[in-house]
């Protein structure tokens, strides 16, 4: 849970202050926060101001408040976000051909962008097979580990593959083996995925999950966008992922050429 009272009263006009509280009680309910005492903590406010604040979210739908439960995200959030997704440029124009996709392989497929030193999920379908992939749409996953992140990453110099490599050190993997990877072997893997236009998650991010992934690319050339084809090691093995790259390079040029790329 983060704290932002120095932020939204650190001066400024009055309205800016009272809309940066009020965002501040939005990511703090996120966050886990469900009731005052836990608001007025994160905000650092008086539980007379952040009752007011949180009172007017609710009006707006912008959380819903329940006794005995608490404060939670409401439903204008989940409809302004369907908005924001649909807006998306490359939502709209990837998304007929990862239904194509995903009715021919069957496999749970994830579309995302790159958000700082992050992956951010734009969005998830869902597959045919009798497994769950833990992941959601508007979720935040690391880019040195999973293969969504790493294609998104393909044109970048090798000082900034370092960059990456040294964050997923830093902050811990999800597996062993990203905790176990060196970051020459990590680096002699980013440059094969480069040369193939291609990236794979060899259970790096999640344990026997593994998946195969492509850059999308805008008019410039510029990787704007990514997409995965995701899997349990049951469906995903070695011979099924090469199998797969060649599908994944074609639906990733397919998508961009639809975003004016030329290749």
């Not at 005052?36 to 609710?58: I, M, N, P």
């Not at 990456?164 to 050190?169: D, E, K, M, S, T």
């Not at 980013?190 to 992934?213: H, K, L, Q, S, W």
């Not at 199998?243 to 975003?259: E, K, M, P």
Request: aromatic fraction near 6%.
């Amino acid at each position: 849970m983060r704290s932002k009272p120095s932020t939204a009263e650190a001066g400024g006009a009055p309205g800016s202050q009272t809309l940066l509280r009020g965002l501040a009680i939005l990511e703090a309910v996120a966050g886990g926060a469900r009731d005052l005492a836990a608001l007025s903590a994160s905000l650092g406010t008086t539980r007379s101001t952040t009752h007011r604040l949180a009172a007017a979210l609710v009006e707006q739908r912008y959380l819903t408040f329940a006794p005995r439960e608490g404060y939670a995200l409401g439903p204008k959030l989940v409809e302004l976000g369907f908005r924001a997704q649909q807006a998306a440029p490359v939502t709209r124009v990837a998304r007929p051909h990862l239904e194509r996709l995903s009715a021919e392989c069957g496999d749970t497929i994830h579309l995302g962008v790159l958000e700082g030193d992050w992956a951010l999920y734009l969005d998830k379908l869902p597959g045919r097979r009798r497994i769950e992939i833990s992941s959601r749409v508007g979720e935040r996953q690391p880019v040195w580990s999973t293969g969504l992140g790493k294609a998104l990453i393909l044109d970048l110099d090798e000082a900034r593959w370092r960059s990456f490599h040294r964050l997923g050190a830093a902050r811990g993997g999800h597996s062993p083996d990203l905790e176990t990877l060196s970051l020459e072997t990590w680096l002699a893997r980013m440059r094969t995925y480069a040369a193939r236009g291609i990236a794979y998650d060899r259970e790096e991010n999640e344990p026997e999950v593994r998946c195969v992934a492509g850059p999308i690319r805008d008019a410039s050339g510029a990787i704007v966008a990514a997409f995965s084809v995701t899997s349990t090691v049951q469906y995903m093995d070695e011979a099924r992922m090469e199998a797969l790259a060649g599908t994944v390079r074609a639906v990733a040029g397919a998508i961009s050429r639809d975003l004016g790329w030329s290749d």
